[in-house]
């Protein structure tokens, strides 16, 4: 049995080389579309109507921080429960949910960081017709209307947003299915449900005597119609030779969203899509389903590894956010009234005095679980980051060395092979922090373990490796291998922690190792197990420059139904269909907490994922999966990346040179100049691809490769400091223009360039052949410098500009202070104490603003005020450097060698004056072509208080 699971594990690599070679493309197949969905084929069908839902205003309770009242739906009496919270910091909290299940229903745990803190609600009128209640002031208010039920959050004379205004709101309740079952029980279990029934009706509200209302224990007889249609996948569905069983029945919930005003929306990734998210009435909806999903298709809406249910909406006037909290399969279907109208036509409109309003509705549909939806009501981009932020958490601050170049391979071969890629770097002058090693470097696919002979002596290979400050990322997958003289394996089965199949047995499924076991991680229990496996004590030649990627963590069964986990598989009492979008989640979870558990709480962590949930940004970083060596996937991979840090995600990137297939020269060096701007920066390729490490391209691309990575590195204070922000305050670190210029139309739809903060601009060229791009620099009143001729332009216009292999558009703005390390080494940890150089880009009213941030790059101590946080300003001539963090303790050896101050005029001397009061003259260069004035050799501590004054 042993060699067949090898030689099935062969064949299924060889399936994946043949991908990758091109002979097959993803194959559509595998995954289902809506109506191979049986749950989102039945619940689209509904068309937008006055909906069956109707409040019970008798049944309303008000507290001071919280609204109940029932629902009923009139076709089949079902009551449901609402419950309406305003929460601390500008959101609202609805939560629908059975008000009496036959058992209970998934409720997302762990996702949120605490319970939300609430705030006041009032109530402000009252009548047949409905509720007002407050909002924290009487200009914000919720209108409820009963009949049909629908709710309105209006701010003064704008609705905001409004739920179940198409009346689309739908919630299958659990009931027992009769052809099966209940026709068929004995009479002891018959009688059994004969109490069960009277406990319902014991528990019924008094009012229940109104013949509109059915006994919950008989919901059953009142959806008669619904269960005979066995055929529609309500009881059970086949995909592929795949069958489906529901013992509960069918359980979707699903919700409509109205957003007046509102032309576009964003965010619920992971899809490799545009930037602005399209609309769906005419093809499939948007799917959040973690899939393994190889060789993925562009511009569509197919599921792909991650899934975080959150969409933003945005006009020039108001942001808002929805956040969905609801792990299972969920489709997202958008629709507006501007939709396929031309400029033209909107223009016409506008001329014949059209007053249609622009609006896009959105649906939710999930396939189980309960309604729990978070309206986060801006009005700002940056209030709505901090919304979501204040539920689910910020990125989590990732050690410095982590925000350099990283190397992979699927897979570098032995030890010798990564001494030799090693010393390359070197050899080639080329800076890097971490190599990566991909299944191969496993006993056989057992994971924490090393190849005996490949990798015979693991630690002396990472010793090797520290010696010159650099690190390793080695992989661990979540599925295990089923042998039993694998430690891992027997302790998991010893403890129960494997998911199990519906019979009651381990689950087992095909993946890498061939035969393998899934653990449980949403076992807290099990998840301490998994990170008491990363002490160093357990994972055996692991050492403190050892860090970790979970990959196939969706999770990926290669012969489940697409390529996953079973939706009938269980964790304890729930089914893997309430969990499944969690999986990967709780997988990095775990690793994350044994990262951190193996130093004793004092290093943080550094932990790549594919598959990820809402939240997962406090757990590490994450990439686009397995992307082609293709231009369009080049360039998707900057909406793919925008999207991710616009719902918290800011630490993500893409496979640089594409993973599948071979990319030309040209297409790789465009691939480095691009991810050096991107957050995560890795290049990573497949088994069956050609070598491709950066000097295997001929002397000039490895100078053009070179020089991409160098800038990099040149930039890393800047990267540090934009990390910490994002830590503090939720705001992405790369992030679309519409986000710093939102009153900006020109910006709302923008996909080709980025910000890194607010103060750099890139635009990549991601054109083959390209000779030239056109960047939009926002800002009507600002100007833009390029940073490499410090040439200076306007805002508010479309500017082309020539370009050479050599090029790379990056503008710093006006108004902004930058901070470099032009030094570059080997490695980030060499430059740590390396002087700074500060370039300081005036705006028209000649001032400039900055931050410089400085902590050890690699612990926990920033928790405990062992920093230097500061504030650059320029204005007035004085340039100041202010401690923003008084009460913080921190010190460095880094000064700063170099100040360059970009549209300045020439001064007739310079002075710097210290904190003791010492002043001495500064030598300085003024360029007056470029207006660009070098201040050399200040000489001042980058952590101490100063002024430079021009005279």
Not at 83 to 106: A, H, S
Not at 473 to 480: L, R
């Amino acid at each position: 049995m042993a060699a067949f699971n090898e030689r099935m594990a062969s064949f299924l690599v060889l399936a994946l080389a043949l991908c990758a070679s091109g002979t097959w493309a993803v194959d559509r197949g595998n995954f289902k579309t809506c109506d191979q969905s049986a749950f989102c084929k039945r619940q689209r069908a509904l068309k937008p109507s006055e909906s069956p839902y109707r409040a019970l205003l008798e049944t309303m309770e008000l507290t001071n921080t919280r609204l109940t009242l029932q629902l009923i739906n009139d076709n089949n009496k079902v009551r449901l429960l609402l419950e309406l919270y305003r929460l601390q910091g500008n959101m609202t909290r609805v939560k629908i949910n059975e008000l009496k299940p036959l058992k209970p229903r998934f409720e997302v745990p762990d996702v949120l960081i605490r319970d939300p803190p609430t705030e006041p609600l009032s109530l402000l009128s009252q009548d047949e017709n409905g509720v007002v209640l407050s909002l924290g002031s009487e200009s914000q208010r919720v209108i409820l209307s009963a009949r049909p039920f629908r709710l309105d959050i209006v701010e003064g004379r704008d609705v905001l947003m409004s739920l179940n205004s198409r009346g689309l709101l739908a919630f299958e309740h659990l009931r027992m299915r009769k052809d099966t079952f209940s026709y068929k029980v004995t009479s002891t279990v018959a009688s059994v449900w004969d109490n069960v029934k009277r406990v319902f009706t014991s528990q019924a509200d008094p009012e229940s005597e109104n013949k509109e209302e059915v006994d919950p224990a008989n919901q059953d007889e009142t959806a008669k119609d619904d269960e005979d249609k066995v055929e529609d996948g309500m009881w059970e569905e086949t995909f592929k030779s795949h069958s489906d069983g529901k013992p509960s029945g069918p359980s979707a919930v699903s919700l409509d969203f109205s957003l007046p005003g509102v032309e576009h929306v964003y965010g619920i990734p992971e899809h490799a899509d545009t930037l602005r998210l399209k609309t769906t009435e005419n093809g499939d909806p948007y799917r959040l389903y973690n899939l393994d999903v190889f060789q993925y298709e562009l511009y569509n809406p197919m599921a792909l590894y991650g899934a975080i249910p959150v969409m933003l909406a945005h006009n020039s006037q108001r942001t808002t956010g929805i956040f969905w909290l609801n792990a299972a399969e969920t489709w997202v279907d958008i629709s507006s009234n501007t939709a396929g109208k031309t400029v033209f036509g909107k223009m016409l409109d506008y001329v014949q005095g059209s007053s249609e309003t622009p609006q896009t509705d959105v649906r939710w549909i999930s396939e189980s679980g309960i309604i729990d939806v978070f309206l986060m009501l801006g009005p700002k981009p940056k209030d709505v980051f901090a919304q979501y932020a204040s539920l689910t958490g910020t990125q989590a601050f990732p050690p410095l060395a982590s925000l350099g170049y990283h190397q992979c391979r699927w897979n570098y071969n032995d030890q010798e092979d990564v001494r030799a890629v090693d010393a390359g770097f070197d050899e080639h002058d080329i800076p890097y922090d971490f190599i990566w090693l991909d299944i191969e470097h496993t006993d056989g696919k057992r994971y924490f373990t090393w190849d005996p002979h490949k990798f015979a002596s693991p630690k002396e290979m990472l010793q090797g490796l520290k010696d010159k400050k650099r690190k390793m990322v080695a992989i661990v997958d979540p599925h295990i291998k089923v042998d039993n003289n694998y430690k891992i394996h027997n302790e998991i089965r010893s403890r129960g922690f494997y998911i199990k199949n519906k019979d009651g047995g381990d689950y087992e499924g095909w993946c890498w190792p061939g035969s393998a076991g899934y653990p449980d991680f949403t076992r807290p229990d099990m998840r301490a197990w998994w990170a008491s496996m990363f002490a160093y004590d357990q994972y055996e030649g692991a050492t403190d420059n050892l860090y970790t990627w979970n990959d196939m963590n969706e999770p990926s069964v290669f012969n489940g139904p697409e390529v996953t986990m079973h939706k009938d598989a269980m964790h304890g009492a729930w089914e893997h269909r309430d969990v499944h979008n969690l999986y990967g989640f709780y997988v990095q979870m775990a690793t994350m907490e044994g990262l951190i558990q193996r130093s004793g709480g004092v290093e943080r962590p550094f932990v790549l994922t594919r598959a990820f949930f809402a939240g997962s940004q406090r757990l590490g970083a994450v990439w686009t999966g397995d992307n082609a060596a293709e231009w369009d996937h080049l360039k998707i991979s900057i909406p793919m990346c925008l999207s991710l840090g616009l719902v918290g995600v800011s630490f993500c990137g893409a496979d640089v040179g594409g993973f599948f297939k071979s990319p030309s020269t040209e297409l790789l060096v465009r691939w480095y100049q691009t991810g050096a701007y991107q957050p995560f920066f890795r290049a990573h390729a497949h088994l069956d691809t050609p070598r491709r490490e950066p000097w295997l391209f001929g002397p000039e691309n490895t100078a053009l490769i070179r020089e991409a990575v160098r800038q990099r590195y040149t930039l890393l204070p800047y990267w540090y400091q934009q990390f910490y922000n994002t830590h503090q305050t939720g705001e992405p670190v790369m992030r679309p223009l519409w986000v710093e210029y939102p009153e900006d139309p020109a910006t709302f739809t923008v996909e080709d360039e980025f910000l890194i903060g607010r103060d750099l601009l890139v635009h990549p060229v991601t054109e083959e052949g390209s000779r030239g791009v056109t960047a939009y620099l926002p800002g009507k009143d600002e100007v833009w410098f390029d940073v490499h001729t410090y040439q200076k332009h306007n805002g508010a216009q479309n500017l082309y500009i020539p370009v050479t292999m050599s090029s790379i558009p990056v503008f710093q703005r006006g108004g902004s202070i930058i901070p470099r390390k032009m030094r570059v080494r080997r490695s980030s940890t060499c430059m740590e104490q390396d002087p700074y150089t500060f370039i300081v880009a005036l705006n028209p009213q000649r001032t400039a603003l900055g931050e410089l941030y400085i902590d050890d790059g690699h612990t926990f101590s920033f928790n405990n005020k062992e920093f230097i946080h500061r504030r650059l300003s320029f204005a007035n001539n004085i340039l100041s450097s202010v401690n923003l963090a008084p009460e913080a303790n921190f010190s460095t050896l880094s000064w700063v060698e170099r100040i360059l101050i970009v549209g300045a005029t020439k001064p007739s001397q310079v002075t710097m004056r210290t904190a003791d009061g010492r002043e001495s003259q500064v030598e300085f260069d003024f360029d007056t072509t470029m207006s660009v004035l070098t201040l050399r050799k200040p000489g001042m501590n980058a952590g101490a208080d100063w002024t430079v004054t021009l005279h």
